[in-house]
């Protein structure tokens, strides 16, 4: 069973920043990707950027060259640099992962319970 616990989550001004974590543990593979999603109360939930354990990343349009994933393998932790925010990122953030060398979206098994990101 793996846990993933999501923090850094607050209310900003438009153009602000943000630095959400999310720390795993429990039965982790030697190999899983991490990802970060995004849902709107009454929306699907949305794929925001991933991050292979090599480092290899990927963003949807939207948010390219505004966030920023990273993680630190050691300390099983997963980053996401949040500049030049928008009103439109207004969600709560998921933390997730999957087992498996490289990302894929549908992938996606193990989830965290949210952070909180609004932006006025």
């Known amino acids: 069973h793996v846990q993933l616990v999501e923090s850094g989550g607050g209310s900003v001004q438009a153009g602000g920043s943000l630095r959400l974590s999310c720390l795993a543990s429990g039965s982790l593979p030697s190999n899983y990707c991490m990802g970060w999603f995004r849902q709107v109360l009454g929306r699907e939930r949305e794929a925001v950027a991933s991050?292979?354990?090599?480092?290899?990343?990927s963003y949807i349009d939207s948010v390219k060259g505004r966030f920023t994933i990273s993680r630190d393998n050691a300390k099983n932790a997963l980053y996401l640099q949040l500049n030049g925010l928008k009103p439109e990122d207004t969600a709560m953030y998921y933390c997730?992962?999957?087992?498996?060398?490289?990302?894929?979206?549908?992938?996606?098994?193990?989830w965290g319970q949210g952070t909180q990101v609004t932006v006025s």
């Open positions: 997730a992962a999957h087992a498996g060398r490289y990302c894929y979206w549908t992938s996606f098994g193990y």
């Open positions: 991050i292979a354990m090599d480092g290899s990343t």
